[in-house]
């Protein structure tokens, strides 16, 4: 008798532990009207609740919002760290705004979808103005993923704008990425390194070697790249205005590339 009460508690621990490992976490993300400044979070410059981005109408925005205690951030890395989904769940942003971050998504503890509601513009972007940190923000990629090939990422309409490389992939990361636009990139749109494996589709990969708002040196400016061992698809994307390529492969990976991508004004279309 003893035994058998034994085991079941044994068996209900270790459900319970398995539970807690897999819970899938939603959390949301409000927008701002580009104030505060990004990491300000002085109650002088946040709006009156309800207007503004302010979502739950609380009368915070940006990290003002993060640290109110609620399942309602102000900043998409806020929403992705260990009192938001904790790099497992969904991340869903319910309002317009400006995000002047890098976004990293590790999907440490579970599969990550990061989206924007429908109607939203969620714009992932290095300059912000007035904000004295435009400069390191070029110089860094808008949303790196960096997965164990045992996660799935999804990212589902997103803009990402100004950085070295709009979207970077790496690692054995297992990504779909879905109506994003990346428009502007200095380096590249879309870079997948490693054996990472990444689906793009409806999406529009638009100027990269172009930033907007200033001149650059393209380093190469090329839309899509798949580099080392990676695989992918692309099926219903635009790309254009590439300096360099529009798409580009690694003569180690695979890559299907569907008969509705459209490439256009591009100073090489495809290689190799």
Request: glycine share 12%; aromatic share 4%; proline share 3%.
């Amino acid at each position: 008798m003893m035994r058998t009460r034994i085991s079941k508690i044994l068996a209900v621990c270790i459900f319970l532990a398995a539970e807690t490992a897999w819970t899938n976490h939603p959390v949301m993300v409000e927008g701002n009207c580009m104030v505060p400044p990004f990491g300000v979070s002085s109650s002088a410059v946040v709006p009156t609740g309800g207007v503004c981005g302010d979502y739950d109408g609380d009368g915070r925005i940006g990290l003002a919002e993060d640290e109110d205690g609620d399942r309602v951030f102000g900043t998409i890395g806020a929403a992705l760290a260990a009192a938001g989904a904790n790099q497992n769940g969904s991340v869903l942003i319910v309002s317009s705004g400006t995000f002047a971050e890098t976004v990293t998504i590790t999907a440490a503890n579970g599969n990550v979808t990061l989206e924007a509601a429908p109607g939203v513009l969620a714009n992932i972007d290095a300059v912000f103005q007035g904000d004295n940190g435009n400069a390191t923000r070029q110089a860094a990629p808008g949303i790196i993923v960096d997965a164990p090939a045992t996660r799935q990422v999804l990212i589902r309409n997103i803009a990402s704008r100004n950085w070295t490389d709009g979207i970077r992939v790496q690692g054995t990361s297992r990504v779909t990425l879905s109506g994003v636009r990346i428009e502007g990139n200095r380096d590249f749109g879309i870079r997948v390194l490693g054996s990472a494996r990444v689906a793009i589709d409806k999406s529009e990969v638009t100027a990269s070697g172009f930033r907007f708002g200033g001149v650059t040196t393209a380093a190469p400016g090329t839309g899509i790249s798949f580099e080392d061992t990676s695989t992918g698809s692309i099926s219903r994307t635009l790309i254009t205005g590439s300096a360099a390529t529009g798409i580009n492969k690694s003569s180690s990976g695979t890559l299907n590339v569907s008969s509705d991508v459209v490439l256009f004004d591009n100073k090489v279309d495809r290689a190799p």
